[in-house]
């Protein structure tokens, strides 16, 4: 039972990574600007160069394959680690399908970039940013951390989503309102990754002497 908790921990801590690492990589190849404020996470996995979106800027991500790559493994890893890392429970079960259908999502994203089906692409971004966060609130009486904080961070993601799509930066930028919307949901797949991996190694040495206590 630990080594599978252990296997959800390292996916679900491997999900928040990579989300930011790959953002940071793959921004950084661009020639062109590129502004947290102004340029939508997207953008970075759009295919084409050209101009987009509403309010129009223009976009060219030379490693768009790296992170729509990164998007469809974020999905892969939050998938693993939601059936394998979450506790069990009425509470932690609801969690898990939320999570998953996140999961979904990223995968979605990363297959169907903006520019090249962006109904499909939508729909996978709506299933992170409003099942994703969902799914953190839903995981307080099961998280290893404080339970305050996925609830929070989830309260402050929903938010964030509505400010986005009704085009309020605050100050943000429209774009800089999206990642505040989902930023906080890989900081806790981080989080949580890192608290399930180490209640997981504390009890495996235990399960191996028990094992040896049998034999």
């Known amino acids: 039972m630990n080594r599978s908790r252990l296997l959800g921990g390292l996916a679900l801590a ?15 190849a661009w020639t062109t600007s590129f ?34 790559a990164v ?13 394998f890392g979450l506790r069990g429970g009425g509470r932690g079960r ?3 399908y939320l999570l998953l259908a ?12 903006a520019d090249v089906d962006e109904n499909l692409h939508v729909l996978g971004a709506a299933l992170v940013f409003l099942l994703g966060n ?13 339970r305050w904080l996925p609830v929070l961070f989830g309260v402050v993601g929903l938010v964030a989503t509505g400010l986005h799509l ?19 949901l890989f900081v806790w797949f981080l ?11 504390r009890r495996i040495p235990s399960e191996r002497a028990d094992a040896a206590g049998v034999a």
């Open 191 to 201: 989080v949580e990754g890192a608290l399930i991996v180490r209640a997981a190694r």
């Open 35 to 68: 502004s947290w404020a102004d340029n939508n996470i997207s953008d970075l996995g759009m295919v084409s160069c050209r101009t987009w979106g509403d309010p129009a800027r223009y976009v060219c991500s030379p490693w768009h394959a790296v992170m729509n």
């Open 94 to 96: 609801v969690a898990r």
């Open 14 to 28: 491997a999900a928040g990574t990579a989300f930011f690492a790959g953002q940071l990589v793959v921004q950084s």
């Open 166 to 184: 009704s085009k309020h930066g605050l100050g943000l930028g429209v774009a800089g309102m999206e990642r505040l919307a989902v930023f906080p």
């Open 102 to 113: 996140a999961a979904i999502g990223c995968c979605l994203v990363g297959i169907a970039p």
């Open 134 to 146: 969902v799914g953190m609130i839903a995981a307080w009486s099961v998280t290893r951390g404080p």
């Open 71 to 83: 998007f469809v493994a974020n999905g892969v890893l939050i998938g693993i680690g939601a059936v």
